[in-house]
C-alpha cells in the first residue's frame, strides 16, 4: 500500500517535467537603450528551453528598436516607435526561435532551440 501511495504522489510530482514547462521563470527581453538585445532567464542568456508555455516580460527601452519573436506558431513583436514594457504568455513549440530588432538586424538579433 505504501509503494502504490508513493507511485501515484511521485508521478503528480514528476508529470509537468514529463510534458514540458506550464509555469515558471519569466524569461526577459530588453531592447535598448543602445544598441543591445538581449533575451535571459534569470541572469543565464537563453540558448535551450524545453517546450511547453512561458510568460516573457518584454523591455522595450528605445524608440529606435523593437523585439520582434518568431518562431513555429510564433509571430509577435513590439512597435519601433514606442518605448514600453509588455507581457506575453507563449506557447513554445519544438524548432528554432529567433529574435530581432528589424531596424537593425544585420546587428541585433540572437536566437535558441527549443526541444
Excluded at 64 to 86: A, E, R
Amino acid at each position: 500500500m505504501r509503494v502504490a501511495a508513493f507511485a501515484a504522489a511521485a508521478a503528480v510530482i514528476l508529470a509537468p517535467a514529463a510534458f514540458g514547462r506550464t509555469t515558471g521563470t519569466t524569461l526577459v527581453a530588453v531592447d535598448g537603450p543602445g544598441f543591445t538585445l538581449t533575451l535571459k532567464e534569470g541572469a543565464k542568456k537563453v540558448t535551450t528551453l524545453k517546450a511547453g508555455t512561458y510568460s516573457f516580460k518584454v523591455e522595450d527601452k528605445s524608440n529606435i528598436h523593437n523585439f520582434h519573436l518568431t518562431g513555429p506558431g510564433v509571430n509577435v513583436k513590439t512597435s519601433v516607435v514606442g518605448v514600453t514594457t509588455v507581457s506575453w504568455k507563449l506557447k513554445l513549440k519544438t524548432g528554432t526561435y529567433k529574435y530581432v530588432c528589424d531596424p537593425h538586424a544585420t546587428i541585433m538579433h540572437g536566437s535558441f532551440k527549443v526541444t
